[in-house]
């Protein structure tokens, strides 16, 4: 297919799109798992691609050859950038398909509540002990409501809602004890799952109200007694997920020949299967880890047939629900800042993602388990509790209820709510608490107020992709995809001003906008183009001042990032900069990376960038690093670290080393969520530097920082760390790191001496590897701050003496004056006392000011001018 960017109005005729495209190019997209079918994406703005294709195939984003979007102003940490597909309909004029990846961001102001009071509440702490995991609800025959409570510590407990300010338990059923337990009811029986084994736990209901003495046992599968999830359709078939048996897929169970003995009438197993749900003959699977949902037709139980698949936003399906007329679903993606998504599945040939979105952006907060009812989602997350959305419109969904019933714990974390019940026939709510407990709530349901509209260039009506739309005093803040259309909204009436913002515009705040629950205020904006400026400049070499050809350089300022490549001269030119303020990054290998702060106006002279020479690595840009293994999951990636965390620890770093140019780091994946996810699975991942010229350097060394964990599993973790040194000839193992170092999950430096394990040559490579053996456990690693350093300085102290050269204050306060009877420029180079190169200058005239930074101890600094050298050691306090 060919790749284009829109150039025209967008068009919507007949509920088909007709768009006009213009030649575009950028990084590369691919199709699925398998496919060799590749393609264009191009980088349009802030957060919008356009991938077209010629004929139709599924086409996943594998790199954008980008580096990650600033965080540093009110959006979505930087996990949350990380774009995923939504396949939006034909464009008949053109038989082409377009993927669109942007970004929609739909919350409340984190007020703890909204349209959900707070009934009661029942406190498992006091009563047993114990967490609790999931919660399902039962209506006995004369109406009375009861909550289905899985307790942690072992059990199943049945609580009675007669009063729904003071819920009482009225019986338990102990069992092995598990975070994992699933309840659902058929025929006044509840079944209840748990992956702590005993089989499936049957408790007969029927005595109630009248008897709390109730019958239970616990049904033994056919090679499984354990199990992840359950659902129950209204046929009286149990679906069972996540058994101990095969690949974890789905079990059929008939339950109405009798209730305390199911019989197995067939199985899906070509995938671990960790939720779903079933409606008439279609089951809806969410396969957490593979990262996507099925349809099944499963009107033959023992030859049930595939009818679709759909990977949803951050590739971690943790449970998906269907909407009451079958043609959407929504599905929870269990990571942090993970979405809710929402998909039309009227065409399961063509399966379209309408709508991501994450509440509570910013604070990395886990969604858990969603429902539908009456075109409501109500949802579960971790530490930020129970949330209403309305999705009765399923392309604009809008947080409209929400209740923070875990006070302790916020953002990221495997803390707070777990389960949520919203099917009562009093309306009322059950939600499950890790910690806190079982609470009851009214909701209040309300219709979202929606504002939906185009924004468009002023002057040449060109639909504007990217641009931000807020709502002024409430966190609501979206992006537009193409054709420049967004949609948005808020749960509470009233009168906002609405802010407009695109990179290389006028900001426009429109006032007074009306909006209004249940109805769609239209808004359509034209922004005011601002005039480029060029940026230009040329990178090079410290000291010297030579051309750095093929640098990179990188500007990121608010909403934007631009990338140049410096030519055969170290020149640059950035032609599509704004006034505005900019981070500044270049490096190239061979070089130590500098960045700095660049306030952009029409006024901005051209710019000079110093490199300093040598071999260094702060991962702030791409300088060709490689990968290579046969890791299933936790490939080595350059980023910004998402952290992750197993039993109160880290296990993925959650941020660089401090004190270089940005916040990258190499990690072995970096999807965020739970420690297992993408962590390095089946195989092995390489990491291996560009080569490098360690030659006449005296004792030279590598220098870095390395992150290993290594954890969990069924037995005592056995992986390794390793990391070589190649010299064109021979791979020496320099490190070894096991789940035995005292320094797992950490940041710890290490230096090598390069001589103390082979020879050195002018093809040197830097080699980091780790796997995850044949019996599975959790791995992770991590590089950063890599450095060739250079030994200790060869010159002589008081070679070539300068009588007429001056130094103070001595001992340095971390500055030294630099006073020289010359009108030549000096050549300033600092070295550590182990000969490390840490900066080196060029002073003007004779005068100018050392600057040490944050070092302290001895320094060793040499001048040169006119073919002189001296070298002093200056004490830095």
């Known amino acids: 297919g060919m790749l284009h960017s829109s150039i025209a109005q967008w068009a ?26 590749t393609g264009e994406v191009a980088r349009l703005f802030s957060n919008v691609f356009l991938v077209t294709w010629s004929e139709w195939e599924p086409v996943r984003l594998q790199h954008v050859g980008y580096p990650s979007m600033s965080a540093d102003r009110s959006q979505p940490a930087v996990e949350q950038l990380r774009f995923s597909p939504i396949l939006y309909r034909q464009f008949p004029g053109y038989m082409r398909y377009s993927l669109i990846i942007g970004l929609l961001l739909v919350t409340l102001a984190a007020s703890g509540q909204l349209n959900m009071t707070l009934l009661g509440s029942l406190n498992y702490q006091a009563l047993h002990n114990s967490d609790l995991s999931d919660v399902w609800g039962y209506v006995d025959e004369l109406g009375n409501e009861y909550a289905l409570v899985g307790v942690n510590d072992g059990g199943v407990s049945v609580v009675s809602l007669a009063d729904p300010a003071n819920p009482a338990e009225v019986f338990f059923f102990p069992g092995n004890g598990s975070i994992w337990r699933d309840l659902k009811v058929w025929n006044d029986h509840a079944y209840v799952t748990t992956e702590g084994g005993g089989g499936l736990a049957i408790v007969d209901l029927t005595p109630l109200p009248q008897s709390t003495s109730l019958t239970a046992q616990n049904f033994q599968g056919n090679g499984w007694d354990a199990a992840h999830n359950i659902y129950i359709d209204e046929n009286g078939i149990a679906y069972i997920f996540g058994a101990n048996r095969g690949e974890g897929g789905v079990i059929f169970l008939d339950l109405t020949q009798d209730p305390f003995s199911p019989v197995e009438l067939g199985a899906f197993d070509t995938w671990y299967a960790h939720d779903g749900m079933a409606r008439g003959d279609t089951l809806y699977v969410s396969h957490i880890s593979d990262g996507f949902f099925s349809v099944l037709d499963v009107s033959d139980k023992s030859a049930p047939v595939l009818l679709g698949t759909q990977a949803t936003g951050n590739d ?144 040449s009506q060109v639909p504007i992709l990217g641009a931000e739309v807020s709502i002024s005093t409430t966190p609501v803040v979206t992006s537009t995809v193409l054709g420049g259309s967004y949609t948005t909204g808020y749960a509470i009436a009233g009168t906002y001003d609405v802010v407009v913002e695109a990179f290389g515009y006028e900001t426009l705040t429109i006032q007074g906008v009306q909006l209004q629950n249940g109805q769609v205020t239209l808004l359509d904006i034209e922004l005011m183009p601002l005039v480029p400026i060029n940026v230009s400049g040329t990178v090079v070499t410290a000291g010297s001042l030579d051309p750095v050809p093929g640098a990179m350089v990188t500007m990121v300022g608010e909403g934007v990032e631009l990338q140049v490549t410096a030519d055969g001269n170290g020149q640059f030119t950035f032609g599509n900069a704004y006034e505005g303020t900019y981070s500044v990054t270049a490096g190239q290998w061979g070089w130590h990376t500098a960045c700095f702060t660049l306030q952009l106006d029409p006024n901005t002279p051209t710019q000079t960038i110093e490199l300093t020479p040598g071999y260094a690595d702060d991962f702030a840009l791409d300088l060709g690093w490689s990968v290579s293994g046969n890791a299933q999951a936790g490939i080595w990636e350059r980023g910004i670290p998402v952290g992750t965390s197993y039993q109160g620890g880290a296990s993925n770093p959650g941020v660089d080393v401090s004190g270089d140019c940005g916040g990258q780091a190499y990690v072995t994946g970096n999807a965020g969520g739970s420690a297992g996810n993408d962590d390095v699975d089946d195989g092995a991942t390489v990491l291996v530097s560009p080569s490098f010229d360690a030659t006449g350097l005296v004792m030279p060394q590598v220098s870095y920082y390395r992150w290993f964990f290594n954890a969990g599993g069924n037995s005592a973790p056995d992986d390794t760390l390793l990391i070589a040194l190649s010299n064109g000839i021979d791979t020496v193992v320099i490190e070894q790191v096991t789940a035995l170092d005292p320094d797992l999950a950490s940041w710890e430096p290490r230096t090598i001496t390069i001589g103390d394990h082979l020879p050195v040559s002018n093809e040197m490579r830097l080699h980091v590897i780790t796997s995850d053996g044949v019996e599975g456990h959790l791995v992770e690693a991590g590089l950063d701050r890599f450095e060739l350093l250079g030994g200790p300085v060869s010159v002589q102290e008081g070679a070539g003496p300068m009588e007429d050269l001056t130094l103070w204050p001595v001992p340095s306060n971390g500055h030294l004056e630099v006073r020289c009877d010359t009108d030549e420029d000096l050549v300033v180079e600092v070295f550590t006392s182990t000969g490390a190169l840490t900066s080196m200058q060029r002073i003007r005239n004779g005068r100018g000011t050392i600057d040490f930074g944050t070092r302290k101890g001895v320094m060793v600094i040499r001048f040169t001018y006119s073919q002189r050298t001296l070298v002093r050691r200056v004490v830095v306090n």
Do not use: M
């Open 12 to 37: 919507q005729v007949d509920g088909a799109k007709d768009v006009a495209h213009d030649l575009v190019l950028g990084a590369q997209v691919s199709g699925p798992k398998g496919s060799s079918r």
């Open 316 to 459: 971690f399906t943790h449970n998906c629900w269907v909407s009451d007329d079958g043609d959407h679903l929504y599905t929870t993606d269990e990571v942090s800042g993970g979405y809710l998504g929402s998909y039309d599945i009227s065409d399961l040939s063509d399966i379209e993602e309408l709508q991501l979105i994450v509440s509570d952006p910013g604070s990395g907060t886990v969604p858990h388990n969603t429902h539908f009812i009456n075109d409501f989602i109500v949802t579960s997350y971790y530490s930020y509790g129970t949330t209403i959305h309305d999705v009765s419109r399923p392309w604009n969904v809008i947080e409209v209820g929400h209740f923070d019933h875990s006070p302790n714990f916020s953002g990221n974390g495997y803390h707070g709510g777990w389960g949520t019940y919203p099917y009562l026939p009093s309306g009322n709510i059950l939600s499950t608490d890790i910690e806190e407990g079982l609470f009851v709530f009214a909701p209040t349901y309300v219709r979202a107020c929606w504002l939906e509209g185009t924004v468009t260039d002023a002057q």
